[in-house]
């Protein structure tokens, strides 16, 4: 990952498949944002995660340019891209999985978050979000008897499945983008007139925060990952045989695009994204519902899966996805590494055992921990960078502990309790 990307130069940006491949042509997806960028903040120095920040700012021109081609307002993001021009050709990808748009806001929120760094937002982040905002609120439209907001025509991140509506992530990352936009003018004190932001635009943000529609069904209690996904045939995985799997290489794409089968995280993304927002319980009964039918035929699917399972405490899931995400192309699992390593992979690695295994989170610039050992292992440790900080973090068979190799003493939150971390603390388990 260090000889991928090191950071000195925001024209640049991250390939699916670094420099191991020639596959996807080095260009750039929103994989940067969601997988890679979390990443570099752990590890990095900020400004390296700030210049994969700066290449989106960069290109926000040709971004409103690509909206205004397909008759919106504000910035669509590209598909796939170099230097801010669409380079993706399929039209149900390109014009359709627009929830990529979302992942360049919530990079700004989790570059925030995790350094503090609020300047960026008002010198370079809420041109972007705003003109992000402007695309959302005009990509939606009002059902008038239902009295809600719906998205159609979209492609979620399960890309087994395309022109669907109301893709529960889709229209859930919208109502958090404008939320979110909104909030940060508040809490930075910015001038709404800077970006002509009128009061009747404010109010309209707020109508579709308040109304948008989340499809959810009652009697299983889970979000629906749209409209028609309980329609299908709803067969179990383990039912596919050895022969047919990886399904885009056995399968027609009609046949595909019929099933029930998910190439990757999608609902479980948004929970992924927007954690604390939803209960355990929730968690848990949308990953088991959902993970049955999820063939993880993309590198961006089993450390989702490997994180969300170590979160609610399904050890044996997060240890079997943990194994899958570190071992995709040592093992060949998608039939596909002659084409290149798969970065989101390698990051997913790491991220498997600090957010998964580690449980590591920010909140309210608070470091916390909730470490839990995986019944293979002896004990793991990591380091990560925090605000001038450098911490390392341990679990062995007994025994958790959190050291401050560098900087000084900090709050930190483990097991849900408070400390001043000023040289060690241990906790036995």
């Not at 925060?209 to 889970?222: A, C, E, G, R």
């Amino acid at each position: 990952m260090f000889c991928t990307y090191y950071g000195n130069d925001d024209r640049l940006n991250i390939g699916p498949k670094g420099f191991t491949g020639e596959k996807y042509g080095g260009a750039t997806y929103w994989d940067t944002e969601a997988y890679c960028l979390p990443l570099y903040l752990k590890t990095s120095d900020p400004k390296i995660s700030r210049n994969l920040l700066k290449y989106r700012y960069n290109h926000l021109s040709k971004a409103v340019e690509n909206a205004k081609l397909l008759g919106f307002k504000g910035a669509l993001y590209q598909m796939v891209t170099f230097n801010g021009v669409e380079c993706h050709n399929e039209w149900e990808i390109t014009f359709e999985e627009i929830h990529r748009n979302a992942a360049m806001v919530y990079a700004i929120y989790n570059y925030t978050n995790y350094t503090g760094d609020f300047d960026y937002i008002k010198q370079f982040g809420m041109d972007v979000m705003i003109q992000i905002s402007r695309f959302w609120a005009n990509r939606v439209h009002y059902h008038s008897l239902k009295d809600k907001y719906f998205i159609h025509g979209v492609t979620g991140p399960n890309e087994y499945e395309n022109n669907v509506n109301n893709n529960w992530l889709t229209n859930l990352m919208c109502q958090w983008v404008l939320s979110y936009t909104l909030e940060m003018l508040n809490k930075l004190n910015l001038d709404n007139s800077k970006w002509n932001l009128t009061t009747n635009e404010i109010d309209k943000w707020v109508d579709i925060i308040n109304k948008i529609y989340l499809p959810y069904d009652k009697d299983l209690d889970i979000f629906v990952q749209h409209d028609t996904f309980l329609d299908k045939d709803l067969k179990h995985k383990d039912l596919l045989s050895k022969d047919e799997r990886p399904l885009n290489k056995n399968w027609s794409w009609d046949r595909i695009l019929r099933s029930v089968y998910i190439k990757q995280a999608d609902v479980l993304q948004g929970i992924y994204y927007l954690w604390d927002k939803f209960t355990k319980e929730q968690i848990t009964k949308n990953f088991k519902f959902y993970e049955q039918f999820t063939v993880h035929e993309s590198s961006l699917s089993p450390c989702v899966h490997s994180i969300i399972a170590a979160r609610i405490d399904l050890m044996d899931k997060a240890y079997e996805f943990y194994n899958r995400t570190a071992r995709l192309d040592l093992d060949n699992y998608n039939n596909d590494t002659d084409d290149g390593l798969h970065i989101t992979s390698m990051t997913g690695s790491y991220l498997a055992i600090v957010e998964g295994f580690g449980g590591m989170l920010v909140r309210n610039d608070i470091p916390c921990f909730s470490p839990k050992l995986p019944q293979q292992w002896n004990g793991y440790e990591f380091n990560i960078n925090f605000r001038d900080r450098v911490l390392k973090v341990k679990h062995h068979k007994t025994e958790v502990e959190v050291q401050l190799i560098k900087g000084q003493a900090l709050k930190i939150n483990l097991f849900d309790k408070e400390y001043l971390l000023e040289s060690n603390i241990k906790i036995e388990v």
